[in-house]
């Protein structure tokens, strides 16, 4: 018996949904997230700088529209 083919449909983004921009920042302006769980030892930071050298900074920092980090301490610690 043969399998019925999936119709496959994109889910249209709502007017309430947020789109992502990416801007560039001074990394003066970027706040550290004093609630942020996530400790970094020197050797993870020297690996995220290591990468960072090899590969480029491929990985933005996501922050709040105030500067606050959301994600990427670790590559911040490194620059």
């Not at 933005?60 to 606050?68: A, E, M, T």
């Amino acid at each position: 018996m043969a399998k019925a083919a999936r119709k496959r449909t994109r889910k249209q983004a709502s007017k309430s949904e947020r789109r992502l921009e990416l801007d560039t920042w001074d990394i003066a302006l970027l706040k550290e997230d004093p609630l942020n769980a996530k400790l970094h030892t020197d050797f993870q930071i020297s690996t995220v700088a290591k990468s960072i050298e090899e590969f480029g900074f491929n990985d933005p920092i996501g922050v709040r529209p105030d500067g606050q980090i959301v994600e990427g301490h670790g590559r911040r610690l490194e620059l």
